[in-house]
């Protein structure tokens, strides 16, 4: 498992990665273009679901960097990485032994054959 698989492994972390990128982007964005937290957040939501109203837009370079920067992260990195989870959730199979089980077959099969053995063995004496 790759440490990017790894870290996004379930959609709490992704959560937690995508609030992150909307917390930073929002304290940037009111650094740079001074607006309130509250403001600022919400421009970042709206961004990053590539709704933007319009509403708030950046007017710093500094501001329009931030503004360019979330809207690629959350589309070309947060939102596959949603995807490849939901999608690996479909295709996991349900059906499949888990190591536990399959090492709990090999000793019965194991089992079955040494008492195999010894009736073998017993009916040739």
Same mark, same amino acid.
């Given at each position: 498992?790759?440490?990017?698989?790894?870290? !996004?492994?379930?959609?709490?972390?992704?959560?937690?990665? $995508?609030?992150? /990128? *909307? =917390?930073?982007?929002?304290?940037?964005?009111?650094?740079?273009?001074? *607006?309130?937290?509250?403001?600022? *957040?919400?421009?970042?939501?709206?961004?990053? !679901?590539? !709704?933007? $109203?319009?509403?708030?837009?950046?007017?710093?370079?500094?501001? %329009? =960097?931030?503004?360019? !920067? =979330?809207?690629? /992260?959350? &589309?070309?990195?947060?939102?596959?990485? &949603?995807?490849?989870?939901?999608? +690996?959730? =479909?295709?996991?199979? %349900? +059906?499949?032994?888990?190591?536990?089980?399959?090492?709990?077959? /090999?000793?019965? &099969?194991? %089992? &079955?054959?040494?008492?195999?053995?010894? *009736?073998?063995?017993?009916?040739?004496?």
């Amino acid at each position: 498992m790759t440490r990017l698989q790894a870290a !996004t492994d379930t959609f709490r972390e992704l959560a937690l990665i $995508y609030t992150a /990128l *909307l =917390l930073a982007s929002a304290g940037l964005l009111m650094h740079f273009e001074d *607006l309130d937290f509250g403001t600022a *957040l919400y421009w970042a939501a709206t961004t990053a !679901t590539s !709704t933007g $109203y319009g509403d708030i837009s950046p007017k710093s370079p500094e501001g %329009r =960097l931030v503004a360019v !920067t =979330l809207m690629h /992260l959350s &589309i070309f990195v947060v939102a596959p990485l &949603i995807v490849v989870r939901l999608v +690996d959730r =479909l295709n996991m199979d %349900r +059906d499949a032994f888990t190591h536990e089980e399959q090492v709990h077959i /090999l000793e019965g &099969i194991a %089992r &079955i054959e040494a008492r195999l053995d010894a *009736l073998e063995k017993s009916r040739k004496d």
